[in-house]
């Protein structure tokens, strides 16, 4: 899968050497399909099931799993699989905004204090400590006190949070290509600073960055189903993740069901994940593997 | 040695400076007027009026900034809005249970990890070090809340081992450690597994450097050159991973704490947002920060002692 | 007199996942009491694995085929991990050819000598003392303040005289030095002979020296030992070396040398081809395909040793009349 020969390549690497590479990972692949799984459980979740996921059927009460409820039913007797689909809708749609917004900003400011001044890039640096010694529940509680629960409120957080971590990576990797040949050589012929990070670092930088991303995927869902959890992130009754687990909490003496539904997609989008990223930042980068 | 220590020093406290600033103008940027932000819907005129009054928000924002650093540096964390006492006195009467929890927490998983992930290097691809590998990928995969969970529906439910809720007994050092077992358990978990892991890849890392070899050319011990050339290199990112987990550990520690029924910082920060009692949070956010970034300092300053190259360099 | 290192029709394979490498075949050499023998050869012709099989230091996917290695009589190879650590650093040691890698970076000089004299029931200080007199013995200035400096406080040329001083400290009776100059610039290199030299007055061992640099050879050596591709092709003393070389390869090697150049030339000598693929040996003789003097026989059938005179063999079909 490599560029054909006549086009002329950009920047120093092929773009996609691994690919098949990837697919002799079995841990990698194992990954692959428990994400697979879970985002099609996400995106597909009303044609999953028949049930609404607030839908009440007092009933129902606290059911115990069988053929009408697969994963029982809560306390107000919503069907808890449904409700851990619709969860899934919920993380999924947290980890895509506020990743996605974390890489815009974490790219744009890491190529800024990289590539800029050197007191831009030591505010920059003192800015991203300090925003990281929070620990990020506590910091996500302080804003919700003020603001009051929500799930942007979430997001915007995560994405504050987020954005040094990757602004950090992104600094390195621009600092280490600023002084590479490749990047002398179009400062030689006058290639503008803009065109410079745009066409020369950029291309260089993504990649590991991407990987990363997907390995915070988990970590961004564990977020936000903890406040949830504590009902600090969506207000009840919407169904998600750490809301079942709220629930399962508050019930844990009539039925262990919920806690079970409520942690299992937890502790799966955490193994997918990261053994799908572990394998492909073998494959894409093999010096950053760990000596095995 | 002591430069390295003054200029480490003099970055935390800047750090900790940006910091208290960040919380400071956060207030000020949520649209409303910043004293009902701060204090609430539940707020009365009065308490209001006090506030404005005290904190001078009248007053333009340099001002207002310059009065809030000089509070806090006089150890002023403010006041509770509702029952008036000091910040600092509540946050510092919370403050101990918390400190315990999580040196609970790192006792234990830092010693079985380095062991486990000693063991690992040791016996590399052995059944120990493959079992140990599945072991830890599992602890890592497990959020810690969820673990806080599980070992309440597990131990404190089901089986009935151990007490669910609360510290124990005050004075009753046996119940308040069996209150300790399962928070404790619960936060370290995950840990265990990032230590071992780590361990494990540094100490191969390690044990394949030429003077790894020259030391057993030289006839030494194994046990010596594990122990005292290989680990005292490979511990280094362990030590750097807990400095700067602390913060992790922190925040997890704030689930265990709602989750057991626990005196502690989390519990304290998290009922005081259901009462959106801010001045309470904020002081006890800035508490926990502090506390973050002295123990990323203390890491550091362990990892200069353990590699003097380290001392070298910055 | 019995010699210090025997070691006799020594092969050794490396296990890897495409097949095992076969890196040392049939490799016999000796080292008399007294003497400083050099095992010369390019990179890959097996020297250093030779070498680190008589500590029993190979790597973990090392198998030994055949062989034996008797040092002062004793059976190397049937010992068990405890005896050969009794050796190590007592009777056999090495010196490495990286001096920047070779002590450990978190401890101090001073401690990591001490350290090796963990089997002496001397008291610390007087560890301490000792370690203070190797390090001035291989002159290394201020001592005893420098002892407790770390590593990475000395440059190069100091560590590798450190490096020969914690090898030499316990009075082995075999001194092996990987490469000891490799890493180092000329002028240092020059240091570090003259140091040898100087100590070879003090001490009573044997030295085993591995280079590919023909002009340390000669400088130290009496006796000489040429490996290629995992064989050793000639052994001789180092006048009959440099003189009345016999294998083709020893003289190729010898043509080679820029020092040995009579008259100005623009092209540098260099022996055509590489190195035969140790996975796959050919059948014959190992350098027939590089070899400008080579015979029919050379390609099928593997030369065996022949004897020139009493101290000088080489394996070649040139000299076999049979």
């Given at each position: 899968?490599?560029?054909?020969?006549?086009?002329?390549?950009?920047?120093?690497?092929?773009?996609?050497?691994?690919?098949?590479?990837?697919?002799?990972?079995?841990?990698?692949?194992?990954?692959?399909?428990?994400?697979?799984?879970?985002?099609?459980?996400?995106?597909?979740?009303?044609?999953?099931?028949?049930?609404?996921?607030?839908?009440?059927?007092?009933?129902?009460?606290?059911?115990?799993?069988?053929?009408?409820?697969?994963?029982?039913?809560?306390?107000?007797?919503?069907?808890?699989?449904?409700?851990?689909?619709?969860?899934?809708?919920?993380?999924?749609?947290?980890?895509?905004?506020?990743?996605?917004?974390?890489?815009?900003?974490?790219?744009?400011?890491?190529?800024?204090?990289?590539?800029?001044?050197?007191?831009?890039?030591?505010?920059?640096?003192?800015?991203?400590?300090?925003?990281?010694?929070?620990?990020?529940?506590?910091?996500?509680?302080?804003?919700?006190?003020?603001?009051?629960?929500?799930?942007?409120?979430?997001?915007?957080?995560?994405?504050?949070?987020?954005?040094?971590?990757?602004?950090?990576?992104?600094?390195?990797?621009?600092?280490?290509?600023?002084?590479?040949?490749?990047?002398?050589?179009?400062?030689?012929?006058?290639?503008?600073?803009?065109?410079?990070?745009?066409?020369?670092?950029?291309?260089?930088?993504?990649?590991?960055?991407?990987?990363?991303?997907?390995?915070?995927?988990?970590?961004?869902?564990?977020?936000?189903?903890?406040?949830?959890?504590?009902?600090?992130?969506?207000?009840?009754?919407?169904?998600?993740?750490?809301?079942?687990?709220?629930?399962?909490?508050?019930?844990?003496?009539?039925?262990?069901?919920?806690?079970?539904?409520?942690?299992?997609?937890?502790?799966?989008?955490?193994?997918?994940?990261?053994?799908?990223?572990?394998?492909?930042?073998?494959?894409?980068?093999?010096?950053?593997?760990?000596?095995? | 040695?002591?430069?390295?220590?003054?200029?480490?020093?003099?970055?935390?406290?800047?750090?900790?400076?940006?910091?208290?600033?960040?919380?400071?103008?956060?207030?000020?940027?949520?649209?409303?007027?910043?004293?009902?932000?701060?204090?609430?819907?539940?707020?009365?005129?009065?308490?209001?009026?006090?506030?404005?009054?005290?904190?001078?928000?009248?007053?333009?924002?340099?001002?207002?900034?310059?009065?809030?650093?000089?509070?806090?540096?006089?150890?002023?964390?403010?006041?509770?809005?509702?029952?008036?006492?000091?910040?600092?006195?509540?946050?510092?009467?919370?403050?101990?249970?918390?400190?315990?929890?999580?040196?609970?927490?790192?006792?234990?998983?830092?010693?079985?990890?380095?062991?486990?992930?000693c063991f690992s290097a040791v016996r590399r691809n052995s059944i120990l070090d493959r079992i140990i590998g599945v072991i830890t990928v599992g602890a890592i995969a497990i959020p810690s809340f969820v673990v806080s969970l599980y070992a309440l529906l597990i131990f404190a439910v089901t089986l009935r081992v151990l007490p669910a809720l609360g510290a124990g007994e005050s004075g009753d050092i046996v119940d308040q450690l069996k209150h300790l077992v399962l928070p404790g358990f619960a936060l370290g978990l995950g840990w265990v597994g990032y230590i071992a892991r780590l361990v494990r890849a540094s100490m191969l890392e390690v044990m394949g450097e030429n003077f790894i070899r020259a030391a057993r050319a030289y006839g030494l011990p194994e046990r010596a050159i594990i122990a005292r050339y290989a680990l005292k290199i490979a511990i280094i990112p362990t030590v750097t991973l807990l400095g700067v987990g602390i913060g992790n550990m922190l925040s997890g520690a704030l689930f265990a704490e709602i989750v057991f029924a626990r005196p502690g910082i989390g519990k304290l920060i998290y009922d005081m947002v259901l009462m959106r009692n801010y001045p309470v949070v904020q002081g006890a956010?800035?508490?926990?920060?502090?506390?973050?970034?002295?123990?990323?300092?203390?890491?550091?300053?362990?990892?200069?002692?353990?590699?003097?190259?380290?001392?070298?360099?910055? | 007199?019995?010699?210090?290192?025997?070691?006799?029709?020594?092969?050794?394979?490396?296990?890897?996942?495409?097949?095992?490498?076969?890196?040392?075949?049939?490799?016999?050499?000796?080292?008399?009491?007294?003497?400083?023998?050099?095992?010369?050869?390019?990179?890959?012709?097996?020297?250093?694995?030779?070498?680190?099989?008589?500590?029993?230091?190979?790597?973990?996917?090392?198998?030994?085929?055949?062989?034996?290695?008797?040092?002062?009589?004793?059976?190397?190879?049937?010992?068990?991990?405890?005896?050969?650590?009794?050796?190590?650093?007592?009777?056999?040691?090495?010196?490495?050819?990286?001096?920047?890698?070779?002590?450990?970076?978190?401890?101090?000089?001073?401690?990591?000598?001490?350290?090796?004299?963990?089997?002496?029931?001397?008291?610390?200080?007087?560890?301490?003392?000792?370690?203070?007199?190797?390090?001035?013995?291989?002159?290394?200035?201020?001592?005893?303040?420098?002892?407790?400096?770390?590593?990475?406080?000395?440059?190069?040329?100091?560590?590798?005289?450190?490096?020969?001083?914690?090898?030499?400290?316990?009075?082995?009776?075999?001194?092996?030095?990987?490469?000891?100059?490799?890493?180092?610039?000329?002028?240092?290199?020059?240091?570090?002979?003259?140091?040898?030299?100087?100590?070879?007055?003090?001490?009573?061992?044997?030295?085993?020296?591995?280079?590919?640099?023909?002009?340390?050879?000669?400088?130290?050596?009496?006796?000489?030992?040429?490996?290629?591709?995992?064989?050793?092709?000639?052994?001789?003393?180092?006048?009959?070396?440099?003189?009345?070389?016999?294998?083709?390869?020893?003289?190729?090697?010898?043509?080679?040398?820029?020092?040995?150049?009579?008259?100005?030339?623009?092209?540098?000598?260099?022996?055509?081809?590489?190195?035969?693929?140790?996975?796959?040996?050919?059948?014959?003789?190992?350098?027939?395909?590089?070899?400008?003097?080579?015979?029919?026989?050379?390609?099928?059938?593997?030369?065996?040793?022949?004897?020139?005179?009493?101290?000088?063999?080489?394996?070649?079909?040139?000299?076999?009349?049979?």
């Amino acid at each position: 899968m490599s560029a054909p020969a006549s086009k002329p390549v950009r920047s120093a690497q092929p773009r996609f050497p691994g690919l098949r590479q990837f697919f002799r990972e079995p841990l990698g692949i194992f990954g692959l399909v428990i994400v697979v799984i879970l985002v099609f459980g996400a995106v597909f979740a009303p044609y999953l099931t028949d049930y609404a996921p607030n839908a009440l059927d007092i009933k129902a009460r606290l059911a115990k799993p069988s053929g009408q409820h697969w994963l029982g039913a809560d306390h107000l007797g919503r069907d808890t699989f449904t409700r851990v689909l619709y969860g899934g809708r919920v993380a999924l749609k947290v980890a895509a905004w506020s990743i996605s917004l974390a890489l815009l900003g974490g790219v744009f400011l890491g190529m800024l204090a990289g590539y800029g001044p050197r007191w831009l890039d030591n505010l920059l640096i003192l800015i991203f400590d300090a925003v990281r010694s929070f620990p990020t529940i506590m910091f996500a509680l302080a804003i919700i006190t003020l603001t009051g629960p929500s799930i942007n409120m979430v997001i915007m957080v995560i994405v504050i949070t987020s954005i040094p971590v990757y602004a950090r990576i992104v600094r390195a990797q621009t600092m280490a290509l600023r002084e590479s040949e490749f990047v002398l050589a179009a400062r030689s012929v006058g290639t503008g600073w803009f065109r410079m990070l745009y066409l020369h670092i950029l291309p260089n930088v993504i990649g590991p960055l991407l990987i990363l991303a997907s390995m915070d995927i988990p970590v961004v869902v564990t977020i936000e189903s903890g406040l949830s959890f504590l009902g600090l992130g969506v207000r009840p009754p919407t169904a998600s993740w750490g809301t079942v687990l709220a629930d399962g909490y508050a019930y844990v003496r009539n039925t262990p069901w919920l806690l079970v539904a409520g942690g299992v997609p937890l502790v799966l989008t955490t193994l997918g994940f990261t053994f799908m990223g572990e394998a492909l930042r073998d494959v894409f980068d093999p010096t950053l593997k760990k000596r095995d | 040695m002591w430069v390295y220590f003054l200029k480490r020093l003099g970055l935390s406290l800047a750090i900790i400076a940006v910091a208290m600033s960040i919380l400071f103008v956060i207030t000020h940027m949520i649209p409303g007027d910043p004293v009902s932000v701060a204090l609430g819907p539940r707020a009365t005129t009065s308490m209001k009026e006090d506030y404005r009054a005290r904190m001078g928000i009248d007053l333009p924002v340099y001002i207002q900034y310059g009065r809030f650093v000089s509070n806090v540096l006089r150890g002023n964390l403010g006041q509770d809005v509702f029952s008036g006492l000091s910040v600092l006195d509540i946050v510092k009467r919370q403050l101990p249970h918390t400190v315990i929890l999580v040196c609970v927490a790192i006792g234990w998983s830092a010693t079985l990890g380095i062991i486990l992930g000693c063991f690992s290097a040791v016996r590399r691809n052995s059944i120990l070090d493959r079992i140990i590998g599945v072991i830890t990928v599992g602890a890592i995969a497990i959020p810690s809340f969820v673990v806080s969970l599980y070992a309440l529906l597990i131990f404190a439910v089901t089986l009935r081992v151990l007490p669910a809720l609360g510290a124990g007994e005050s004075g009753d050092i046996v119940d308040q450690l069996k209150h300790l077992v399962l928070p404790g358990f619960a936060l370290g978990l995950g840990w265990v597994g990032y230590i071992a892991r780590l361990v494990r890849a540094s100490m191969l890392e390690v044990m394949g450097e030429n003077f790894i070899r020259a030391a057993r050319a030289y006839g030494l011990p194994e046990r010596a050159i594990i122990a005292r050339y290989a680990l005292k290199i490979a511990i280094i990112p362990t030590v750097t991973l807990l400095g700067v987990g602390i913060g992790n550990m922190l925040s997890g520690a704030l689930f265990a704490e709602i989750v057991f029924a626990r005196p502690g910082i989390g519990k304290l920060i998290y009922d005081m947002v259901l009462m959106r009692n801010y001045p309470v949070v904020q002081g006890a956010v800035l508490v926990t920060t502090a506390l973050f970034v002295v123990s990323a300092l203390i890491a550091d300053i362990i990892n200069s002692y353990l590699d003097p190259r380290v001392r070298a360099s910055l | 007199m019995a010699p210090v290192l025997s070691v006799k029709n020594l092969s050794i394979d490396f296990l890897t996942s495409g097949g095992p490498v076969h890196a040392l075949r049939e490799v016999n050499l000796s080292v008399p009491q007294k003497s400083i023998v050099g095992i010369v050869g390019e990179s890959g012709s097996g020297k250093s694995t030779a070498v680190s099989a008589v500590m029993r230091l190979l790597a973990n996917n090392a198998e030994v085929r055949t062989g034996e290695i008797k040092f002062e009589g004793r059976d190397i190879l049937a010992m068990s991990e405890r005896e050969l650590r009794a050796l190590r650093g007592e009777e056999i040691a090495m010196v490495f050819q990286d001096p920047m890698t070779a002590q450990t970076p978190v401890l101090s000089i001073g401690q990591q000598m001490i350290d090796i004299q963990y089997r002496r029931s001397l008291s610390k200080k007087e560890k301490r003392q000792k370690a203070i007199d190797m390090l001035v013995r291989v002159g290394i200035p201020d001592a005893s303040e420098r002892m407790d400096q770390y590593p990475h406080q000395f440059s190069g040329g100091m560590r590798q005289r450190i490096s020969i001083a914690m090898s030499l400290m316990m009075n082995p009776k075999l001194l092996i030095a990987d490469e000891p100059t490799t890493a180092l610039d000329v002028t240092l290199e020059a240091q570090i002979i003259h140091l040898f030299r100087e100590l070879r007055k003090s001490f009573d061992g044997s030295i085993i020296v591995v280079s590919h640099n023909l002009g340390l050879i000669a400088e130290l050596c009496d006796e000489v030992v040429v490996m290629y591709a995992g064989e050793v092709v000639e052994r001789a003393t180092v006048d009959d070396i440099f003189n009345r070389a016999a294998h083709p390869y020893t003289q190729a090697l010898l043509d080679c040398d820029p020092a040995r150049l009579d008259e100005l030339t623009e092209k540098l000598p260099s022996i055509t081809g590489d190195v035969p693929d140790l996975q796959d040996v050919p059948a014959g003789c190992i350098f027939a395909s590089r070899c400008d003097q080579k015979l029919q026989r050379c390609a099928s059938k593997r030369p065996p040793v022949v004897t020139i005179t009493e101290a000088h063999d080489v394996r070649c079909h040139l000299l076999n009349n049979d």
